[in-house]
C-alpha cells in the first residue's frame, strides 16, 4: 500500500476515533456529575496521551544492541511530545477558533483549572531540566527527582478531582449535547453503551495512530531522515498531534474549557510520569538539542501561564506559540 494512503486512512480512522471519543468522554462526565476540568484534564488527557506514551515505554525498554539509538528515540519521544502541545497544537487551536469565530475571539478556557495545569506543568519540567545535570552514576539523586515528579502528578490528581465539586456548582459541569452515537446501532443508552464506545474511540485512536507513525516512517526513511530528526520531530507529529483533534472538535463546540484542558491536562502527565522514566532508564545527558527543546517548551509554557492571567487566552496571542515550534525547526535543522 503507498505510504500516502496509508497516512489517508489513518488519519480517517484518528478522525473517527475522536469523535467517537469526544462523544463518549461528555457522556461518561455527564453521568458521573464531574466538571469539565477533570474530563477535559484527566480523562481526554489521560485518555488521547496513551498511544504515544507506548512509543518511549517500547524504545527505551527494548534495549538490545541499538540501546543507543532506542535511547535517543525515547527521549526524544518524552521531549516532543510537550514540546509539540505547547507551540504547534496551541497554534493549531487558536487557528481554529479565529476561523470559526474571528480573529479578535478569544478561548474561554475555566481559568482556574488552566492556570492549574500550566503552573503544575512548568513546575515538573523545571526538574526534567534540572536532571540533565545530575551525573548518570547518582542513582540516587536521580531516583529521588523521579519521584517527586510522580509525586506531582499525584498531586495534581488529588487537586483537579478536589476543585471538581465548586466547579460543577458554579456552572462548569460535563454536559453531552449530543446523543451518544453508538445508540445509532440501536444499542442502549446506559453506561455499559458509554464504556463501550470509549473503548471503541481509544481502539480507533491506537490503530490509526500506528498506522500514522508507519506511514511518517516510511517517509522519512526514502527521504534519509536520521533517527534523531524522526525522534524529536516526526514520532510527536505523528503520534501527538492527531489525537488532539478532540481539541479542535470542542473548538467548533465551543466547548473550551474541555479543549484547553485536553492539552494542559497531558502536559501536565507528559512532564512528570514519562520524564520520570527518561531520567531513571537513559542517559538525559545535557546535549545542545535537548536543552534547546526544554528551553523552548518552557519559554512555551510561560507565555500561556503569562496571557492566561487575563482569564483568557487571544487566540491571535497563540501564533506566537507556532513561531516558537518554527524557530525550534530552524535551529535543530542546523545543529
Same mark, same amino acid.
Given at each position: 500500500m503507498p505510504d500516502t494512503l496509508i497516512l489517508v486512512i489513518s488519519l480517517l480512522i484518528i478522525l473517527a476515533g475522536s469523535e467517537l471519543l469526544t462523544n463518549s468522554l461528555e457522556h461518561l462526565g455527564d453521568r458521573l456529575g464531574l466538571s469539565t476540568g477533570i474530563t477535559g484534564s484527566v480523562f481526554a488527557a489521560v485518555a488521547?496521551?496513551?498511544? +504515544?506514551?507506548? #512509543?518511549?515505554? #517500547?524504545?527505551?525498554?527494548?534495549? !538490545? @544492541?541499538?540501546?543507543?539509538i532506542n @535511547?535517543?528515540?525515547?527521549?526524544?519521544?518524552?521531549? !516532543?511530545a510537550p514540546l509539540m502541545l505547547?507551540?504547534?497544537?496551541?497554534? =493549531?487551536?487558536?487557528?481554529?477558533?479565529?476561523?470559526?469565530?474571528?480573529?479578535?475571539?478569544?478561548?474561554?478556557? +475555566?481559568?482556574? !483549572?488552566l492556570h492549574r495545569d500550566l503552573r503544575f506543568?512548568?513546575?515538573?519540567?523545571?526538574?526534567a531540566l534540572g536532571a540533565l545535570f545530575v551525573p548518570h552514576h547518582q542513582r540516587w539523586a536521580r531516583a529521588l527527582i523521579a519521584s517527586l515528579m510522580i509525586l506531582i502528578y499525584a498531586i495534581y490528581l488529588w487537586r483537579t478531582f478536589a476543585a471538581s465539586r465548586n466547579l460543577v456548582k458554579s456552572g462548569h459541569a460535563t454536559e453531552a449535547d449530543a446523543r451518544l452515537l453508538i445508540t445509532r446501532l440501536g444499542l442502549g443508552d446506559n453506561m455499559a453503551g458509554v464504556l463501550l464506545q470509549l473503548a471503541l474511540g481509544l481502539g480507533f485512536l491506537i490503530g490509526g495512530a500506528r498506522g500514522f507513525v508507519v506511514g511518517i516512517t516510511r517517509i522519512s526513511?526514502?527521504?534519509?531522515?536520521?533517527?534523531?530528526?524522526?525522534?524529536?520531530?516526526? #514520532?510527536?507529529?505523528? /503520534?501527538?498531534?492527531?489525537?488532539?483533534?478532540?481539541?479542535?472538535?470542542?473548538?467548533?463546540?465551543?466547548?473550551? /474549557?474541555?479543549?484547553?484542558?485536553?492539552?494542559?491536562?497531558?502536559? #501536565?502527565?507528559?512532564?512528570?510520569?514519562?520524564?520520570?522514566?527518561?531520567?531513571?532508564? /537513559?542517559?538525559?545527558?545535557?546535549r =545542545?538539542?535537548?536543552?534547546?527543546?526544554?528551553?523552548i517548551t518552557l519559554?512555551?509554557?510561560?507565555w500561556l501561564l503569562l496571557l492566561s492571567q487575563l482569564r483568557r487566552l487571544p487566540a491571535l496571542a497563540l501564533v506566537v506559540n507556532g513561531i516558537a515550534y518554527a524557530l525550534y525547526f530552524s535551529l535543530l535543522l542546523h545543529y
Open positions: 488521547t496521551a496513551l498511544p +504515544e506514551t507506548l #512509543v518511549p515505554l #517500547v524504545a527505551i525498554i527494548g534495549g !538490545g @544492541e541499538g540501546k543507543r @535511547e535517543e528515540i525515547g527521549i526524544g519521544a518524552i521531549l !516532543g505547547t507551540t504547534l497544537t496551541f497554534l =493549531l487551536v487558536g487557528l481554529m477558533a479565529m476561523f470559526r469565530r474571528g480573529w479578535r475571539t478569544a478561548i474561554e478556557a +475555566e481559568p482556574s !483549572g506543568f512548568l513546575f515538573a519540567f523545571l526538574f526513511e526514502s527521504l534519509g531522515i536520521s533517527a534523531l530528526f524522526l525522534a524529536l520531530i516526526i #514520532v510527536p507529529f505523528a /503520534t501527538e498531534l492527531p489525537e488532539k483533534m478532540n481539541s479542535l472538535i470542542w473548538i467548533v463546540r465551543r466547548r473550551d /474549557t474541555l479543549a484547553v484542558g485536553n492539552i494542559t491536562g497531558a502536559l #501536565v502527565f507528559q512532564s512528570t510520569l514519562l520524564p520520570a522514566l527518561g531520567i531513571l532508564l /537513559t542517559a538525559w545527558e545535557p =545542545l538539542d535537548i536543552k534547546i527543546a526544554i528551553t519559554a512555551a509554557g510561560a
